[in-house]
């Protein structure tokens, strides 16, 4: 017999969360060393928001001016090039549809769009809520950019986001990143190194 | 020449804070090892909550459900004793201002007040809003309770109280633990790793 393949760790994102970005750069090698692949899953935060009451970091009183320290003092801490962008937080509906169109289709092109989209934004610091720079995105990707965007744009793309976003909320994601090992749900990129004790030993 | 002294980490805290709890728990040894002392400095984060528009973590939608779920969790990661007391939160004025009143007269009492405080309320599950449990808090400390909670209810204590408050809020302090390394702000016993690193380093 073959051992059953373990399932991945769910990583749920925005593109436009800088703790997303900063734990997309770690999650998969951590992943990798544990016997486990990553099972990206876009969604906007704003939809929880609206459920948790809460609003960007980044808008907080307080709160607010310390996270930009916090971002870039994470940012060295870890080793990851990082500039927080302007405008921030930007929308981020077109790149998610597009990682989706990828994930039904190209399954092979979608992490380095995801990696390729974080990066756009947040290292070049170019806005990603503009369609060029998806374009952009896609096509360094490898990705026929034309045709994706056109499928991110139809019906059927567009439901999938909603309902992913639902579900997303409805499994208790209300803020990124945040990921699930089996069931156990994580949330920030600092409980990375929960994330790989729980993974090394078998929940603790 | 003796080296001048380093300054000690000033470490903001409210007892009703459960990762504040966590965090006393780890600082003292890290400080240490670091050459540094501990500036136990208590608050009260619903003043700071004003402010920032925030509302104590648990009475948030998605995020308290969680929350609950992460202490519990964390506290077995750091190895830490941790029960959530009910009923959670609850003021904390009386055993703020009698750390105060211990600070000022009797400082060699304060640190094991604190951590006598913290662990009554996060370990016992008993409500440190009470006279009665503060004062037996007093008392396991070796202090002089009655002396010390009738010192607390004197208007000196309660102005400087208010007056640290204000300090805290003035300074950036949002939430707790937060803690201040020079000038540097960290906020959350998940910043310990980078504060050690701040200080074995001296900046990063």
Not at 22 to 33: D, G
Not at 94 to 101: E, G, H, I, K, P
Not at 108 to 117: Q, R
Request: charged content about 20%; hydrophobic content about 45%.
């Amino acid at each position: 017999m073959v051992a059953p393949m373990k399932t991945p760790i769910d990583f749920y994102f925005d593109f436009t969360s800088p703790y997303s970005y900063l734990a997309s750069e770690m999650i998969e090698p951590l992943a990798a060393r544990n016997d486990r692949g990553v099972a990206y899953r876009p969604t906007l935060l704003g939809a929880a928001f609206k459920v948790s009451g809460q609003r960007p970091l980044i808008e907080i009183p307080m709160k607010g001016d310390y996270s930009r320290r916090d971002l870039a003092r994470s940012a060295r801490f870890y080793g990851i090039p990082f500039q927080l962008p302007e405008p921030f937080p930007v929308g981020t509906v077109t790149a998610a549809r597009s990682c989706l169109v990828l994930q039904r289709e190209h399954p092979a092109l979608a992490v380095p769009f995801i990696h390729g989209t974080f990066r756009t934004y947040f290292v070049q610091g170019r806005n990603i809520s503009a369609t060029e720079v998806v374009h952009a995105a896609l096509e360094e990707a490898g990705a026929d950019a034309t045709a994706v965007l056109a499928a991110a744009g139809q019906p059927d793309i567009k439901e999938a986001l909603k309902t992913a976003v639902d579900a997303s909320i409805a499994r208790g994601v209300f803020g990124a990143p945040f990921f699930f090992v089996d069931e156990e749900p994580f949330w920030g990129s600092d409980r990375l190194p929960q994330i790989e004790r729980w993974l090394a030993t078998g929940a603790f």
